[in-house]
């Protein structure tokens, strides 16, 4: 198991799918005040995962919102049709199913050349060895500990053992890749996925339904030390 150290930095990525949408602009000022590092957006098409939710005019919506850096997690079929529309809308991060791709070494040198940073993921039934060969172009490696579409699903302990899979990868190659974890994240599953190589914490219901969203904040990233 990867071991954590004493000056491990962890990035809280609140996820804006649990956030009340009659008043988005406010939760969004509300929860870079108390403490969030990244903002995370799903997008999803009805398609590939049953709900649909955001586009890119949640994404414009959040950049006018916040400074924070915008984390766009596109669970969409044909991701590369819509890069420049998250791009131009204001993305920071644009991370792709590897499901979901005919080519992701192009999707990716694609996403990069936009001077963003590229992420890919995989469901949970999704093997590590399907995205080993297209870390090295990758600025971020998602594991989902849920299956993708709802939120405020129970978190799958198995994707643990993706995490430590992907961070040893990484140590093993010199990659320069954030190890993000979605999917059920509290305070216990996030001590779990710190431990096991993750530096990237998305949470949803954990924050946004919290009576204190700082302390929620301050209580995952303080499982980095």
Request: with cysteine.
């Amino acid at each position: 198991m990867a071991q954590t150290n004493s000056s491990k930095k962890i990035i809280i990525a609140p996820s804006l799918l649990s956030a009340n949408f009659g008043a988005l602009e406010s939760e969004i000022k509300n929860i870079e005040e108390a403490g969030a590092d990244w903002l995370h957006i799903d997008v999803m098409d009805g398609s590939f995962v049953p709900p649909i939710t955001f586009g890119d005019n949640m994404v414009t919506t959040a950049k006018k919102s916040s400074s924070l850096p915008l984390d766009i997690h596109l669970m969409i079929i044909n991701p590369e049709n819509h890069l420049e529309a998250f791009r131009s809308a204001g993305a920071s991060t644009i991370t792709i199913h590897i499901e979901t791709v005919k080519d992701p070494t192009k999707t990716l040198t694609k996403i990069k050349s936009f001077g963003l940073k590229a992420g890919i993921t995989l469901k949970p039934a999704t093997p590590v060895s399907e995205i080993e060969p297209f870390l090295e172009l990758c600025d971020l490696a998602l594991v989902m500990t849920v299956n993708p579409g709802w939120s405020g699903q129970k978190f799958m302990p198995e994707g643990l053992k993706k995490i430590e899979r992907i961070a040893e990868l990484a140590n093993r190659n010199k990659y320069n890749t954030l190890i993000e974890v979605d999917g059920g994240i509290n305070a216990e599953t996030a001590k779990q996925c710190v431990d096991a190589g993750a530096n990237v914490l998305v949470a949803g219901s954990y924050v946004f339904g919290a009576n204190n969203r700082k302390d929620a904040i301050r209580s995952l990233r303080n499982q980095g030390r």
